[in-house]
């Protein structure tokens, strides 16, 4: 079956991951390259291993398949290609369950398309990330933590004396970016390397950073083309702050989850007397209050329209204003404004021509605006600000509130609403493109139903804020002049277009990291240049991604593919769900229930983790993932090895596969073959609707629950008999099937289907390698043998169950006389198999019931019979006919209801409709035996 080759070494399985993982493919490619120079043929040894050692074989196959260039595709003008842009994870970022799924999904996709013979480009890369990376590098500096240390000293970047904790502001921006760019060569791969143990069939010749040469020209050329059409601004608005991290954050960076918060109840002060009170969850934010709003229909506020309150403690004095925003229903109708720290009070003051006060420094304590409490924490200016009220009389009352603060999506941190000069993108002239796209039917959405949540949120998007006061990222591409003239340049600016002043400062911010990761599709493929790459491969086919960034990410890159490429970036959107535990809750660490899927690949295999991932869920729904499902994954996978040990057992030497098809003569040949086809049309049309889980269950269930359980089972008889004919029909259909079938199977579980495909005897035409074998095209179906060899089956398991239920010993094989209906010719040839499946002596066979026949307790399904001669318990034995009896009148009870509907008949295609009533019919007159054989009983 080829030629042996030489065991790689194998890591102990203790290894720390990066260390095991960077040795394995050393030693792996290595060997696979002195492999090929000694004119080697093949990549398994000559026999199949009596276990799956999925440790070796992983280790050995992928760095194979990437050594022969399977995952680069090559352009062919003739052919459409199938593109994938794989959704860049974090420089920063490790393995998780997220990760693990996209690339599964979009593997299985890959491995399809790449076995239909199509171009199959699936570009991987990753993300610069720069709150991230500022985050794990601010963090090691301030900790002094040794990994950074060491880097510092490896680039050579001079340090402040003593001990006390490090910023990055003690580097100075080039020191901090010259240690990012450090820290990114020594461990931004981490997460590539990962994605290799999963099989993930990249072109990794294509792998991009979104801070590559390449796509960081490509956002610079963005950038200019918005700011040229006036699409990018500068200007004061009131946006979210992270006071941890430093810099401002885009509404999507902002997460909202609900917690018991407090709802503080204040009264202010009336000129000319009285009081008006408010409700608050944010009281420090009182001393930027510049107004007091009620609804203009609130009756109760009537008389206090356009009279001053006294802001407490400060004595400001504002107006009170009316305005539809505010709920009557809150509180006391009665809402205090401020502008300068809340999105909908920013709107209220836009209105209203208010004064925008801000009381906070950008490390969250307050400024001298506050008055006594400048300098203060805001929690500390908190505490002491609700002392004071209390002390004034106040502060009516604090009651127990569930509320939806924002925190930071990276740190967790609070963020703050504050009004600050930054740079925006004005998006509703991109968003409106974007939307037609969707509602013209160019681009799909998958599930439909996230189709009309794109369309409420690009209908009510904001301006985007995309500056970030960072330096780890693309440095915004605009210089001021010493004249304060404002240019933007695709390259460093020398001189000032408009006075030709040398003296230019850039903007010291970056841009959010979505925006160069919406150039993403069209920026890795060459774009702006007219690259072959971006030519052939752009629009892209698929974006799939969870649908938790349905808005951070996919709607940007629609926009701007649209806007700067021209064109649509992909054609469908693909979402899928969460993981979440086996009880349907969110992992977490604080719970213990999550499951790193490294820990898994090394316990199970990957395989395992990729079926289990994939056939636990349904598109856009949260699946459900737990060990015993992984479990699972890997007996399966044992399953098949074993299928595949038996078969190639049988084989003689020698043994090649017939060119063509074989043409069967045994019912259960013609039954296999049949549902085989079947199957393959089913998982293709399955695969197009993006159904993956159900593909790969139903491929399970007819390997495990047709192929091995009864057909390889049945096949037994001709393999173990006198007849050669028999045996080498019965083994062309073997091998014909289960090849087929590793080939649907292949994208879901890589490893152990290319490992024993490799192992078979193949006709040449099938080529080298089941990576790039040719996707099977279903052949005709046999509806009369299903239908025959089915009710066969049927049978079989019903004989198995009496004997279950009956308590017969696994050594007793009662003498059996079956009555076969319209399956006793068929049953006449596998007699012997139907025995040895059924666990019987088979003493007669006939038509119907011959009267010589002996009397004894019966098992009716369908249209067969069977009289088994043993003693039994008669009272168990009627309890038996009368469970089943009631059974038979429940199912044509169901049918009956169903026929009797006319939306049923009269709408559902001929053929259902007619299936049903042929079912029915069976149904009674398998009733009539069984109660002719109840009243036989006594």
Not at 37 to 54: A, H, N
Not at 326 to 335: I, K, L
Not at 395 to 404: I, Y
Not at 516 to 543: A, I, K, Q
């Amino acid at each position: 079956m080829g030629l042996r080759i030489r065991e790689t070494e194998v890591v102990p399985r203790k290894a720390p991951f990066a260390l095991e993982r960077g040795l394995v493919v050393l030693a792996a490619v290595q060997s696979i390259l002195e492999f090929s120079q000694e004119g080697g043929e093949s990549i398994v040894g000559d026999e199949l291993p009596k276990t799956y050692d999925f440790w070796t074989v992983e280790q050995r196959l992928y760095p194979w398949w990437e050594s022969k260039g399977y995952f680069t595709p090559h352009i062919d003008p003739q052919k459409k290609p199938f593109v994938i842009i794989m959704p860049p994870p974090n420089v920063t970022g490790e393995l998780h369950l997220g990760h693990a799924l996209t690339a599964t999904l979009e593997d299985i996709m890959i491995r399809w398309h790449r076995m239909r013979g199509e171009p199959t480009l699936w570009l991987p890369g990753s993300d610069h990330a720069s709150i991230a990376v500022h985050y794990v590098i601010e963090k090691g500096l301030a900790e002094r933590d040794p990994v950074i240390m060491e880097l510092l000293e490896m680039i050579d970047v001079p340090l402040p004396a003593g001990d006390r904790r490090l910023t990055r502001h003690d580097l100075g921006r080039e020191g901090f970016l010259k240690l990012a760019w450090a820290w990114k060569e020594k461990y931004g791969g981490i997460i590539t390397q990962q994605h290799r143990r999963l099989g993930a069939s990249c072109d990794w010749t294509r792998e991009r950073f979104t801070m590559d040469p390449g796509p960081s020209r490509a956002v610079r050329t963005a950038f200019l083309r918005l700011f040229e059409k006036g699409w990018i601004y500068r200007g004061k608005r009131i946006i979210h702050w992270c006071p941890q991290d430093q810099t401002s954050l885009s509404d999507l960076e902002v997460e909202h989850e609900e917690e018991m918060g407090k709802l503080w109840h204040v009264r202010y002060p009336l000129e000319g007397g009285g009081y008006i009170q408010v409700a608050t969850t944010r009281p420090e934010t009182i001393l930027g209050d510049t107004a007091v709003a009620v609804h203009p229909d609130d009756d109760r506020h009537k008389d206090r329209l356009g009279r001053i309150a006294i802001l407490p403690v400060l004595n400001r004095r504002i107006p009170i204003i009316a305005d539809e925003a505010v709920d009557p229903t809150f509180g006391t109708g009665a809402v205090k404004v401020t502008p300068g720290h809340d999105p909908d009070d920013w709107e209220i003051g836009q209105r209203h021509e208010l004064p925008i006060i801000n009381i906070m420094n950008l490390d969250a304590t307050l400024n001298q605006e506050a008055g006594p409490y400048a300098g203060l924490d805001r929690f500390q200016a908190r505490e002491r600000l609700l002392a004071d009220l209390q002390r004034e009389g106040l502060l009516v009352k604090v009651e127990d509130h569930r509320h939806a603060p924002g925190r930071c999506y990276r740190c967790r941190s609070l963020v703050e609403p504050l009004v600050s000069e930054q740079w925006f993108v004005k998006i509703k002239p991109l968003a409106e493109p974007a939307i037609q796209a969707v509602r013209e039917g160019r681009m799909r959405i998958v599930p439909e139903r996230f189709t009309k949540v794109y369309y409420n949120w690009m209908e009510n998007i904001r301006d985007w804020v995309i500056s970030r006061q960072l330096w780890w990222g693309h440095r915004i591409p605009v210089w001021t002049c010493d004249n304060g003239h404002r240019i933007a340049y695709l390259e460093a600016a020398r001189v000032c277009q408009e006075c030709g002043s040398s003296r230019l400062e850039q903007d010291p911010d970056v841009l959010d990291t979505w925006f160069s990761s919406g150039l993403w599709p069209f920026s890795t493929l060459g774009w702006p240049e007219e690259t072959e790459d971006w030519r052939y491969f752009y629009p892209t086919s698929v974006l799939e991604t969870g649908y938790d960034i349905l808005f951070f990410w996919v709607a940007r890159m629609i926009m701007l593919g649209i806007e700067c490429a021209g064109d649509i970036p992909f054609h469908t959107v693909y979402l899928h769900g969460m993981v979440r535990d086996e009880k349907g809750e969110r992992m977490s660490k604080t719970k213990g229930n999550v499951i790193n899927p490294l820990e898994v690949m090394e316990k199970y295999g990957t395989d395992a983790l990729r079926f289990a991932l994939v056939t636990a869920g349904t598109p856009g729904m949260d699946l459900k993932l737990s060990w015993q499902r992984v479990e699972d994954g890997r007996n399966f996978a044992n399953k098949i090895w074993n299928m595949a040990r038996f078969i190639i057992s049988n084989l003689p030497p020698g043994y090649e596969p017939p060119d063509s098809d074989p043409q069967p003569q045994a019912l259960y040949d013609r039954w296999i073959l049949s549902r085989h086809n079947r199957l393959i049309g089913e998982v293709k049309r399955l695969l197009d609707r993006f159904q993956f889980g159900e593909a790969g269950r139903q491929i399970q269930e007819f390997l495990w629950g047709e192929f091995a359980d009864w057909y390889i089972e049945a096949s037994k008889t001709p393999l173990y008999g006198e007849d050669p004919a028999a045996k080498a029909r019965t083994l062309d259909v073997l091998v014909h099937v289960f090849e087929r079938t590793l080939r649907l199977l292949h994208p879901f579980m890589p490893f152990v289907t290319e490992e024993i495909w490799q192992h078979l005897p193949r006709a040449a035409a099938r080529g080298e390698a089941l990576i790039v074998a040719r996707w099977p095209e279903p052949g005709p179906l046999d509806e009369k043998a299903e239908r025959l060899q089915s009710m066969i089956w049927e049978h079989v398991r019903a004989i198995r169950n009496w004997r279950a239920e009956g308590g017969i010993e696994v050594h007793v094989r009662p003498r059996a006389y079956t009555s076969a209906g319209p399956s006793y010719s068929e049953l006449r040839v596998q007699g012997e198999a139907f025995a040895r499946l059924a666990h019987i002596e088979l003493g007669g066979l006939a038509p119907g019931p011959e009267a010589n026949w002996p009397q004894g307790p019966t098992v009716i399904s369908g249209e067969l019979s069977t009289v088994l001669v043993v003693e039994i318990d008669r009272d168990k034995e009627r309890a038996r006919l009368e469970g089943e009896l009631n059974r038979l009148e429940r199912e044509i009870a169901r049918s009956e209801a169903m026929l009797s509907k006319r939306d049923f008949v009269g709408k559902a295609p001929p053929a259902v409709v007619q299936r049903e009533r042929e079912k029915i019919a069976r149904r009674r007159a398998e009733r009539d035996r069984l109660a002719e054989k109840l009243r036989g009983l006594g």
